[in-house]
Nanobody
Framework: QVQLVESGGGLVQAGGSLRLSCAAS????????LGWFRQAPGMEREFVAG????????YYADSVKGRFTISRDNAKNTVYLQMNSLKPEDTAVYYC??????????????????WGQGTQVTVSS
């Protein structure tokens, strides 16, 4: 069973940056498509970014395109989310997730098999 642990969240002013990390243990990390999702209070969990097994393909939600960058280091079993030009509307709990079943990046949280516990990101105006 894959275990995912996020870190790097915090409080930042609008326009600032944060880098989230998600470290995996157990399983074969390089065989998983990975995604970052977020959930604000009272809202559904939404897709933020995804990355293919090799890291060669990435996909972003329109709301973060050009500001966020997802990357992975398979040697370190870690996926990252670099968040720049943060806005108050980016405030949410951010989760990383692993899809162990297929090779394409999927947008629905229901398709992902394993989840981290989440890390809070708060952007003040």
């Amino acid at each position: 069973q894959v275990q995912l642990v996020e870190s790097g969240g915090g409080l930042v002013q609008a326009g600032g940056s944060l880098r989230l990390s998600c470290a995996a243990s157990r399983g074969t990390f390089s065989r998983y498509v990975l995604g970052w999702f977020r959930q604000a209070p009272g809202m559904e969990r939404e897709f933020v970014a995804g990355i293919s097994r090799s890291g060669g393909t990435t996909y972003y939600a329109d709301s973060v395109k050009g500001r966020f960058t997802i990357s992975r280091d398979n040697a370190k079993n870690t996926v990252y989310l670099q968040m720049n030009s943060l806005k108050p509307e980016d405030t949410a709990v951010y989760y990383c997730a692993a899809d162990t079943t297929i090779v394409t990046i999927r947008l629905s949280p229901n398709e992902y098999d394993y989840w981290g516990q989440g890390t809070q990101v708060t952007v003040s105006s």
